[in-house]
């Protein structure tokens, strides 16, 4: 197999590099061969190349088995109103690969129940996973640019949708939540939007595929509430992209720490862009104090859809799993361990 | 002074008429007249009159000094591709009025910390306040509609800012942060969206009149963490229409219960449009249990705002703090107080 490794800015190259080594060893318990190359994305792509993902690496990217990333942007980068910016990188490696959804499960760990801002009783059985519409929306939809009228400045983005866009993730999802316990969640605003009401009508046709799963339509407003009010009531949550962008890191917290959720995006021809949910955080960066766990758990969702190596991903999750239960934290998580000691205390557990 | 009272659906009936006993009571205080005018929004106005908010109630409301309103919707009214729906009522009320921001304040009373969802530590001092723009975006932005394209059926939605729709209501959210703690973030999703970028832009130039104001710029998925991780960080948020409809809903959790939150809408010419935050409730309408402090507390917001009578106002606000310090509880609270009951509760302390 080969996969592609984008360790891009901040935390990126620490957190990505703990997660090829539970690849490693992961692979070598299955038997299977990884081949890496490792290439440039986000703001350290911009300063070398000029661009944030050059043709290149995404065409690389296309034929490979997989790709893993770590994060892009930072301070330097920061201008959004600069010509070049890290996270075009990221929206165009999306689009390049045709990732079109966009999976982050948020479980609450028992033992990590003290981290979360929210009280204990309702974190009991939080075991989310937010399906993302990831390629189209308000992130892509044409005109999206300035305006002008008569002496006034104006800007446009538009929320543009096509049946077919809406109908494969939705189907996914759905497949998803019959995998899972039977309920899905569609969240949308269609109260207010075209959009929406679209998104709605085609949620209604798919969901007669699916006799076994139990849908129900929410409106993001009320989505945003419930997911501090009652989390666990959840099972498979699936929506459009901006209001997926919005939701998913309000029900990261709930699990304690962003620096401990993965991410999958599927879709497309290809094997799957794999991610941690958090960011380059600039403000760690190269002390070897990140948490690996978001690019770990990565890893093994890339084991599971690109490699399909389910074993595989189950022991890296049970190994991670075990690592908090023995107490194991990395000061996100008001422990002390470094990003490589939290890192071994899973490759340990690994067998 | 002649205010418009629009009850309209579910539970609005109920709390709007709490809400005019406390104004009659603060009125008789203060030595003003009030005079009071009902009509019909929403789904019963659909019923009655064929559309949601007809244009003699709207001029009407045009006149007044200030519109009350309960809330609209409701399962009957509740297909969202029927071609006359509640909620229009609501939006072309709020367009109808030039009420470009909507305040949203978020308290949180120390006596109900127990009734959050979040830890009792993260709620310490929140006292926070929703700047969101009102009548732009998502909402009203065109096109809007249908597409149809090769057999393709899709949709779209218009997020369209002009600078001077913008400039308004930040320049109104640092008058208000200029009276509060002095700080000011501003959210928005410029990584992404063109009209975030103006939206930035507009915000640094309107900065420049406010230095005494300390702004910062936050990113919409930022921000619907911290609101769950650190929400006293927060003095004034000022977003644009859509995601203060998300972030607003997720503040108002923190408080216990979206049925104490009051809304003021300003702007325009007139008085401005006073609501509570929580929706018709059909679940619990005509049975006398509903929360009514949201629509009291929207009343003092309306003595304040519309008829500038800060003195009778801080003495609702005070009744309902004083009464809520004393145990009153309506069922939302954990308490069993009815609509009737809490209402004199509030009446009793009001001196
Ligand atoms: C960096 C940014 C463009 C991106 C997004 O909005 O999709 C990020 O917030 C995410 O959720 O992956
Ligand atoms: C009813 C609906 C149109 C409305 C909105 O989205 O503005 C409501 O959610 C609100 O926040 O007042």
């Keep these: ?45 911009i300063d070398r190349l000029g661009t944030a993902l050059d043709e290149a690496t995404l065409a690389e990217c296309q034929q490979a088995d997989a790709v893993l990333l770590g994060a892009v942007g930072g301070p330097k980068w920061d201008d959004p109103t600069a010509p070049v910016r890290p996270e075009q990188g990221l929206l165009a ?17 028992p033992v990590l129940v003290d981290a979360s801002p929210l009280r204990p009783e309702r974190l009991q059985g939080v ?8 390629t189209g929306g308000l992130y892509f939809g044409e005109p999206k640019g300035r305006l002008r009228q008569d002496g006034r400045e104006g ?52 969901s007669r595929r699916y006799p076994q799963v139990q849908v129900e339509h929410v409106l993001v407003d009320t989505a945003a ?8 009531a959840f099972d498979v949550i699936v929506t459009e992209n901006m209001f997926g962008d ?36 600039p403000d760690i960066a190269g002390q ?13 969702l890339l084991l599971r859809y690109a490699l399909k190596q389910e074993k595989a991903a189950r022991a890296v999750e049970q190994a991670v799993e075990r690592a908090l239960q023995e107490g194991c934290r990395t000061r996100d998580l008001g422990g002390s361990l470094s990003t490589r000691a ?3 205390a899973v490759l340990d557990r690994l067998s």
Tied chains: 1, 2.
């Design 288 to 300: 070897g104090i990140a948490n690996p766990l978001g690019a770990i758990l990565s890893a093994a």
């Design 155 to 206: 800007a446009v983005d538009s929320l543009v949708y096509w049946d077919y866009e809406i109908e494969r993730v939705v189907d996914l999802a759905f497949q998803l939540a019959a995998g899972r316990r039977g309920r899905l969640a569609s969240v949308d605003k269609a109260n207010v939007l075209e959009t929406s009401r679209l998104w709605r009508q085609i949620v209604q046709q798919v």
């Design 127 to 134: 075991d989310l996973l937010v399906v993302r519409e990831l």
């Design 225 to 232: 509430m419930r997911l501090v009010t009652s989390p666990a």
């Design 246 to 281: 919005i939701l998913t890191d309000e029900a990261a917290v709930l699990a304690g720490s962003m620096g401990l959720l993965p991410s999958a995006s599927l879709g497309g021809r290809g094997g799957g862009l794999y991610e941690p949910i958090h960011g380059s955080a």
């Design 1 to 45: 197999f080969t996969i592609i490794v984008l360790p891009g800015d901040g935390i990126g190259p620490e957190v990505t590099h703990a997660a090829r080594q539970v690849l490693d060893a992961a692979a070598a318990q299955t038997g299977i061969e990884i081949t890496y190359k490792e290439r440039l994305i986000g703001g350290c792509a």
């Design 93 to 109: 490696l999306r689009k390049g690969l045709g990732v079109f959804a966009n999976l982050r499960p948020v479980r609450v760990y």
């Design 342 to 344: 939290m890192t071994d």
